[in-house]
């Protein structure tokens, strides 16, 4: 039987968060024992912001070390820092060449991070190009990630379709596999935003390495809203239902289901801080 490839990638960006482990880190743990994985802290990715030299050499290490602590093992999957490996850079400007300004200028993310900013460096750009390199160059079938890299994918995908009918068959065309709970945690503090490495909200952020007290603290406080009763609504009440789905994401229940259970935000809340603390008081102790 063909063997399956896996590959996913993360920036040195600053501590893991609770999203980064709910969205990506869970699968890419569970996807180790299923298929040809390999992991990539992509250190090219991180300069395409402002970024110190120094803190970037200390977070890619610090960042391996919390990997293993979360449960990669390197006796079955591989990981790598993307600089290492030069060819990821050679072959983003192939498909730079492949890919269209068009394309490019509609990423989220892009516009996001700095569109109508003059000072932004083109590789902010160009970034997609790179991360479609990360994944052909292995051939890789899987890539676990979360919600906000669907786009990326289906740009990788649609730039391997277009490489493969100019040049001849060469890449496998990869597809993105979401969790369908945890994929997009939003910031305790500002529910509308996506919970960030780098966002500078560290009340609305719950790092993989915070003490159970800090979990308690940022969770009791996290942002909900006035209404009277528990309902999972991401669209209209994203506060009290980031609770749940942070909630759910840990015991799979259903969020449905969990709303219906509780009356009042501070029994949701206590039961939300019992499952993070429980969940990462392994990961914590390695
Ligand atoms: P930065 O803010 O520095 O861009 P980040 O926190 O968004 O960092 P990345 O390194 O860009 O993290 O992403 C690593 C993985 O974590 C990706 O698969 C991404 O989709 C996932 N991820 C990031 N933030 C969240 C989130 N809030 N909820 C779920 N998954 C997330
Ligand atoms: N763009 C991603 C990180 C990333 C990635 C990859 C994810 C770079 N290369 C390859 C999956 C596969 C992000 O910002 N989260």
């Not at 940022?218 to 942070?246: H, Q």
Request: with cysteine; aromatic share 8%; hydrophobic share 40%.
């Amino acid at each position: 039987m063909a063997v399956i490839r896996v590959l996913s990638g993360i920036q040195p960006s600053g501590e893991l968060h609770i999203g980064n482990y709910l969205g990506a880190i869970q699968s890419w743990v569970h996807d180790q024992h299923e298929f040809d994985s390999f992991f990539t802290i992509v250190d090219l990715h991180a300069i395409t912001v402002e970024h110190s030299p120094v803190e970037l050499r200390e977070n890619t290490l610090r960042l391996a070390m919390t990997l293993l602590a979360a449960g990669l093992d390197p006796q079955v999957c591989t990981i790598f820092v993307q600089s290492h490996v030069s060819a990821h850079a050679e072959l983003s400007w192939l498909l730079e060449c492949t890919a269209t300004y068009g394309e490019l200028s509609r990423m989220t993310q892009f516009k996001d991070k700095g569109k109508n900013d003059e000072s932004i460096r083109a590789g902010l750009f160009t970034y997609p190009a790179l991360m479609a390199a990360d994944i052909l160059l292995y051939q890789a079938e899987r890539v676990p990630v979360g919600e906000d890299q669907r786009q990326h994918l289906e740009l990788t995908r649609d730039v391997a379709i277009r490489f493969n009918a100019k040049y001849g068959e060469t890449f496998k065309v990869p597809r993105a596999t979401i969790p369908p709970l945890g994929a997009r945690i939003m910031d305790l503090a500002r529910p509308f935003n996506k919970m960030s490495k780098s966002s500078n909200s560290s009340s609305g952020t719950v790092f993989i390495l915070d003490s159970a007290d800090e979990i308690v603290k940022k969770i009791s406080r996290a942002v909900t809203d006035t209404e009277s009763t528990v309902k999972y609504d991401p669209e209209n009440r994203p506060g009290v239902s980031n609770l749940i789905e942070l909630y759910c994401a840990v015991t799979r229940d259903d969020p449905n289901e969990v709303a219906s259970r509780y009356t009042m935000y501070g029994q949701l809340k206590k039961s939300v801080s019992d499952a993070l603390i429980a969940l990462l008081a392994p990961l914590q102790q390695s």
